[in-house]
């Protein structure tokens, strides 16, 4: 069986297509916020002129376009796992449901001939002491694809991941700003050396690295919208007791999810409200990204 497998909506249609990430929808946001989050992505993307392509793992299948049924078997099953690289061996030969990481659909979404994606925040170098570094950045850094976002995760390490980042060869580029974004909060105060403001220059970008023969994902960072942004101070405040929260228990995998739940409540939903806010935003701008790279 050739892997992957492509859904109808996918298969089907002629470029630009615009990958999305499913982890989102098994792990980083709670029923319903993610079906509804996961369904209006995929508009906004058809919207702005592009196809969809939601990337999961179902019954060990990796399918490239997931249907809404399918979308709905990872928002709302029980026994779904978080797929990352390093897990797609085992999620095909044990039959598993998957929600695919940043790292997982980077590898999907380019044997596909997919080259572009959207997703929310990336995963980084963690904080604290240890050697604790997520397969999303190692996946950046060989794979060609565009991948939009908004920064790292705000409980990451930011400085350590903009340095691990740059010493690997990928370009980061502020879309609209000239700082790498917090995610929550759209200024860190770590400044990038390249600023773009529309899709066009994304595409040429990418066009010169494909010519140049380099293999990094380029790395378009999006700032959320102002009326969205959640203060540093209060994203600080709130992560400090998830930190403490999760300090003696949870480990590994778990940590993320954890941590985002925590400050969602610690936050009062303000965190949750901006982290759908900024994934749809980061849709729309691949979208438009999408379709400039057919003519770049």
Same mark, same amino acid.
């Given at each position: 069986?050739? +892997? ?11 470029? %630009? ?13 709670? +029923?319903?916020?993610?079906? =509804?989050?996961?369904?209006?992505? =995929? ?38 796992? /978080?797929?990352? *690289?390093?897990?797609? %061996? ?16 980077? +590898?999907?979404?380019? /044997? ?62 502020? +879309?609209?700003?000239?700082? @790498?974004?917090? @995610? ?16 066009? =220059?994304?595409? =040429? ?51 993320? %999810? ?19 806010? *900024? ?18």
């Amino acid at each position: 069986m050739a +892997y992957p497998l492509f859904g109808d909506e996918a298969k089907d249609a002629l470029k %630009p297509l615009v990958a999305l990430e499913s982890a989102l929808i098994s792990h980083g946001l709670p +029923y319903p916020k993610n079906l =509804e989050t996961a369904q209006a992505m =995929e508009e906004i993307v058809r919207e702005g002129g592009a196809t969809p392509v939601t990337i999961g793992i179902i019954g060990g299948r990796p399918k490239v376009g997931l249907s809404r049924g399918e979308v709905e078997r990872l928002g709302r099953g029980s026994g779904v796992r /978080k797929v990352s *690289l390093r897990d797609l %061996p085992a999620a095909v030969a044990r039959g598993w449901d998957g929600g695919t990481t940043v790292s997982a659909t980077l +590898y999907l979404a380019h /044997k596909a001939g997919i080259r572009v994606l959207a997703t929310g925040g990336i995963g980084g170098v963690h904080r604290g002491k240890g050697w604790d570094l997520s397969a999303d950045l190692l996946a950046l850094a060989q794979t060609p694809l565009v991948v939009i976002c908004s920064g790292a995760k705000a409980i990451l390490d930011l400085p350590a991941t903009l340095e691990w980042l740059e010493t690997s060869g990928v370009p980061i580029i502020g +879309y609209g700003t000239g700082e @790498f974004p917090a @995610f929550y909060s759209r200024s860190s105060g770590l400044p990038l050396e390249q600023r773009v403001d529309t899709p066009q =220059e994304v595409a =040429e970008m990418a066009r010169a690295r494909d010519e140049l023969g380099l293999s990094t994902a380029i790395l378009v960072t999006v700032p959320l919208p102002e009326e969205d942004e959640v203060p540093s101070t209060l994203v600080e405040e709130a992560l400090a007791k998830a930190l403490e929260m999760a300090a003696e228990s949870v480990r590994g995998a778990a940590l993320t %999810p954890f941590l985002l739940a925590r400050m969602n409540e610690l936050t009062r939903g303000a965190t949750l409200r901006a982290n759908i806010a *900024l994934l749809k935003n980061n849709a729309r701008v691949a979208a438009g990204v999408a379709q400039a790279l057919i003519t770049a």
